[in-house]
C-alpha cells in the first residue's frame, strides 16, 4: 500500500530504467523542479544571513545542471532546499508538480528517501558499517521484501565494480574508491534526482574524472542530476550552469 504522499510523488510501479518510479496515474508533463522566489534566511541575531533570495528556476526530467559560484554564495543551501533536507524560509518549490514547502517533517523525509539521491565531498559513509551495509542503507527505508533489497544491493555494487571490497569498512578503501560506495548508495532506491554537492572535492584528478564520468552515464539512463562544483571541466558535460552568486542567480556572464 502507497501512503499519501507515495501516491502524491507518483510512486509504486515498477521502473523500467534507473530512474523514476511514478505510477501511470501520475504522468506529469510540467518541470520536474519548479521553484518560485525561493528564499532562505540562516542563523539568528548578528549572525543572520540572507544565504538565498528570489530563486526562480525550472529543472527538467533528465537535466544535467551544474551550479557554480564563489564560496558562501548559497550553493549548498540550494541543493539542501532541492533536496528536501531543508525547508525555505519563503517560495514555493513544486517536486513533480506538488508543493512540498508545506509538507510535515515526516512526508518530506518520505518524499526525499523515495526521490533524492544525494553525494557529498566527504563521502558522507557510515565508518562502521560494511560497503554493503551502507549500500543498503536508503532501501531499509523503503520497505522493500529482504530478496530485493539483497539483489538490488548486488547490482549497484557489481556496477560499480565494488563487489570484491562489499564486506570492507570505508575506511579501508581510498578516496576514489569510497566516493563510488556514494554513488552507488545514492542511486541503488531508484531515485529520480541526484544531487551532488562537490562530490570531487576531495578526490584526485583521476578519480574526479572516474565519478563524474558515472555520473554521465546515469544521465544517460534518464537520471535528472544537479552538481554542484568549483571545476570548469565538468562544464563540458552538464547542459547548462546556474551561477549563484551573494544568494541570487545571476546571469552567465556575471560572474
Ligand atoms: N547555520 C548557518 N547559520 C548562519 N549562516 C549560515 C549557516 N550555514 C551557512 N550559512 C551562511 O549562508 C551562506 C550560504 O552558505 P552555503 O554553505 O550555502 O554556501 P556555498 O556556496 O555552499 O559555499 P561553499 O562553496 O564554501 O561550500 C554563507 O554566507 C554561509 O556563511
Ligand atoms: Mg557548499
Known amino acids: ?144 521484501p529482504g530478496s530485493e533489497r539483497r539483489e538490488r544491493v548486488a547490482e549497484a555494487l557489481e556496477r560499480f565494480d565494488l563487489s570484491d571490497v562489499a564486506k570492507r569498512q570505508p575506511s579501508q578503501l581510498s578516496g576514489g574508491h569510497q566516493q563510488r560506495v556514494a554513488v552507488a548508495r545514492a542511486v541503488v532506491g531508484r531515485p529520480e534526482i541526484l544531487l551532488a554537492d562537490e562530490p570531487t572535492g576531495n578526490l584526485n584528478s583521476e578519480q574526479a574524472v572516474k565519478v563524474v564520468e558515472m555520473l554521465s552515464e546515469l544521465h544517460a539512463e534518464g537520471a535528472t542530476i544537479c552538481l554542484v562544483s568549483h571545476d570548469p571541466r565538468w562544464s563540458e558535460v552538464t547542459q547548462r550552469t546556474l551561477n549563484l552568486f551573494d544568494g541570487t542567480l545571476v546571469a552567465a556572464d556575471f560572474v
Open 1 to 144: 500500500m502507497l501512503g499519501k504522499i507515495g501516491r502524491m510523488f507518483g510512486l509504486g510501479s515498477t521502473p523500467s530504467t534507473f530512474t523514476t518510479v511514478r505510477s501511470a496515474e501520475d504522468v506529469d508533463t510540467g518541470p520536474l523542479i519548479k521553484l518560485d522566489g525561493i528564499s532562505k534566511v540562516l542563523g539568528a541575531g548578528s549572525s543572520k544571513t540572507q544565504a538565498l533570495e528570489g530563486i526562480d528556476l525550472e529543472i527538467e526530467r533528465g537535466e544535467f545542471v551544474g551550479v557554480n559560484g564563489p564560496s558562501g554564495c548559497g550553493k549548498t543551501t540550494l541543493l539542501s532546499i532541492l533536496g528536501l533536507l531543508d525547508t525555505p524560509t519563503g517560495g514555493s518549490y513544486l517536486l513533480n508538480g506538488h508543493e512540498t514547502t508545506k509538507l510535515a517533517a515526516g512526508d518530506r523525509a518520505h518524499a526525499r528517501n523515495r526521490e533524492i539521491g544525494f553525494i557529498f565531498q566527504s563521502f558522507n559513509l557510515i565508518g562502521d558499517m560494511t560497503v554493503a551495509e551502507n549500500v543498503d542503507l536508503p532501501l531499509s527505508y523503503l520497505g522493500l
